[in-house]
């Protein structure tokens, strides 16, 4: 009885190995693809496309799209990884890809034409419906040959795979007010130009800094960069006690908060140890694992940026970290070249102008040292009063006017405001030349603003600025402030930010700027 028994005992414990190693088996022989391969996706037209997934080691794939009869081959290697190339015809579709291993799978209603990743913090996160006039859009956005994927929200020190959950949407009134705004305007104008499906990839993050965008063995690797790292770690080393010392400071604020002449206590800031320790996903790398990894080397065009805010802190590292970044994007995706546009920072009345105008200037930095780089200037749409300003249309469009003219062959298109060339003084006066791109010097208003003198006193090495009075002469502005003997500098849209008026006539703001003078 007792052997009958175990005989059975044994069997089922047979049954049960037999069906785990079937059940193993189906995990690993399943073809799987990442989020991004979907229905209603778009591939980048005329170029070969990175298709990948997991499946049995061994086991043989093939890719194949029907806009033609070739297919692809590759075999899984001994991880379960497998990528293959898939080159791809002009814009056009809806077409299918089949993906055959041990099973199938098919996507349906797949387009080819222009894929652009959009990433950033909070100003590239602000939605259709959030903007201006955003309703107004949304109800005529019925646009299916535009399409989405937003990369779900994920960060972490190893690097992620997939993006769980992440599907691609039509542009449609039911869908678009959650899209980012800008993306949804660029993508928008750039569809109706050139009469091509229009692919976005969304991943972006609020109040997240470029550090935390960028790989940590690039930071690492660079001594002038690896500051990001120290400083974090500093974080975690400090919160502790800064913590305790902030509320301290906050109960006593709490019992206090007039004093005996009653006039109002200021309320204690919260210490920036403890506001990075609560949120971990602006630790350096951590986003660029959590939300550019899972789309590595997905087929695109470029890459649009709206980020800085949460930088100017460390203003004169900008340029530094952003080159870093970019470089590293595009070393990831396999193409040094790939386009690289951004948006500099719009007017907002910052605790500190001047760290905000020298991270405006970093960012116009990165436009003259690194290649296939633009950038969207953007003060006029700003507002003093909000960080977050909801005139996005305009943003969108301006970037798109960049890829237009530096990417898709638009050569009557001017894509960016005037831009200072030459500088010096004559007669006391401060004479500044502009490259004004075929266009023509504007001002918006009665009076031309947003212009500063510097000079220094007798014996002193301290600049001083002043407002300047300032006009235009063809394609030049001349700024002068009559007490201002000798000029030593001249600055546009420094501290002045929010007067700023200087425009071509096509509407596009002129580029802040500081200069030295040279006489003449």
Known sequence: MIKNNMCRISFYILIMLIGAVHITANVFANVKLPAIFSDKMVLQQQSKVAVWGWADPGERIIIIGNWSAKSVSVTVDASGNWKGWLQTPKAGGPYKVKITGNNSVELNDVLIGEVW???????????????????????????????????????????????????????SPQNSGSFSAVAYYFAKKIHKYLNVPVGIVYAAWGGTPAE?????????????????????????ENVGKDSVEYHIALRRWEKNKISPDSTKIKKPSEPQTLIYYKRPWREPGVLFNGMIIPVIPYGIKGFLWYQGESNIGYANEYYHLS????????????????????????????????????????????TEKIPNTGM?????????????????????????????????????????????????????????????????????????????????????????????????????????????????????????????????????????????????
């Open 117 to 171: 990743v959009c990433s950033g913090q909070s100003n590239m996160v602000i939605s259709l419906i959030s903007s201006y006039k955003g309703n107004e859009e949304i109800a005529i956005a019925d646009y299916p040959m535009i399409r989405y994927f937003s990369v779900k929200r994920q960060y972490g020190s190893q690097e992620s795979n997939d993006s769980p959950g992440s599907l691609w949407k039509k542009a």
């Open 323 to 366: 080159g870093a970044m970019i470089n590293s994007w595009r070393s990831k995706w396999n193409s040094l070249n790939l386009p690289f546009y951004f948006v500099q920072l719009p007017a907002f009345g910052y605790n500190n102008l001047d760290a905000a105008a020298r991270l405006r200037e970093s960012q116009y930095q990165v």
């Open 212 to 236: 935390a965008w960028t790989p940590k063995d690039v930071l690492l690797s660079n001594n002038s960069l690896s500051v990001y790292i120290d400083r974090w770690k500093k974080i975690h």
């Open 376 to 520: 969207a200037v953007t003060l006029d749409v700003g507002n003093m009063k909000d960080i977050h300003p909801t005139r996005k249309k305009e943003v969108g469009e301006r970037l798109a006017l960049i890829a237009l003219a530096k990417n898709y062959g638009a050569k009557k298109i001017i894509y960016k405001g005037p831009e200072y060339k030459k500088v010096y003084t004559e007669k006391g006066k401060v004479i500044i030349e502009f490259d004004t791109y075929d266009s023509a010097l504007k001002m918006h208003g009665d009076t031309l603003k947003g212009f500063e003198i510097g000079y220094t006193l007798p014996n002193s090495d301290s600049m001083i600025y002043v407002h300047a009075d300032a006009k235009i002469e063809s394609n030049k502005v001349i700024v002068w402030n009559y007490k201002v003997k000798q000029p030593l500098e001249v600055r546009y849209a420094w501290l002045l930010i929010g007067e700023a008026n200087l425009f071509n006539k096509e509407g596009l703001p002129a580029f802040p700027f500081r200069k030295k003078l040279d006489q003449k």
